[in-house]
Each structure stands twice: as C-alpha cells, then as structure tokens.
Nanobody
Framework: QVQLVESGGGSVQAGGSLRLSCASSGYIRNFACMGWFRQAPQKEREGVATIKRDGTTNYSDSVKGRFTISRDNAKNTLYLQMNSLKPEDTAMYYC?????????????????WGQGTQVTVSS
C-alpha cells in the first residue's frame, strides 16, 4: 500500500508563504488524482485543491489565486505553494490520492491519505 508523507508545515505570519510537500512511496503517475485537504479544530475536513494526472487543477474558492498545487512525477511528490496566507488558513493539511475520484467534496472516496502537517498563521 502506498504511503504518503507530508512536510513543510510551520508557523508563519499573515501575508507569508509556505510550500507543503507530499512524498509518495509509490509512483504518483498511477494516481488519477491527488489533492490537498485541511482540517481546522472543531471543523470538518475540507478540500483545498486537486490535480489530475493530465495536470488539470481545481481549487476551493477560499484559496483560489493564493495557493498553487503541482505534482512532480519524477520525484513522486505533490506540492502546495501557499502565498498570502491568512489566519483562517490555520489547519492540519493532508494530502490524498485516488485512482478514480477527483473531487474537493468527496473526501471519503480517496483511498490514500497522509498523516498531515500543521500550518499556523498568526495575525
């Protein structure tokens, strides 16, 4: 079973940037879709961004224009570049992958998940 490991989280002031990485133990080109999700305390996990095998991306309205998702098949790594961070971006960020599903809302359908990396944005 493929393992996903996130890194790159940390604490940053509002307006700052972070780049998250998600390293896969297997070939990410085998996944039809990879995505980033986040969960703030006492809130449901929500979709942030997805990227299909063909490079098509999709973003939640709350991060559109600020975050960029990308994938490097040669390195088997998924990225999330986060710019202009806001306090409301504070959450645990998870990467996920699936061979079929590519949806920001159908989080339960993803077959592989990482353990998460914490992002904290202070005002």
């Amino acid at each position: 079973q493929v393992q996903l490991v996130e890194s790159g989280g940390g604490s940053v002031q509002a307006g700052g940037s972070l780049r998250l990485s998600c390293a896969s133990s297997g070939y990410i080109r085998n996944f039809a879709c990879m995505g980033w999700f986040r969960q703030a305390p006492q809130k449901e996990r929500e979709g942030v961004a997805t990227i299909k095998r063909d490079g098509t991306t999709n973003y939640s309205d709350s991060v559109k224009g600020r975050f960029t998702i990308s994938r490097d098949n040669a390195k088997n790594t998924l990225y999330l570049q986060m710019n202009s961070l806001k306090p409301e971006d504070t959450a645990m960020y998870y990467c996920a992958a699936d061979h079929w599903v590519c949806s920001l809302s159908q989080k339960q359908a993803y077959s592989a998940w990482g353990q998460g990396t914490q992002v904290t944005v202070s005002s």
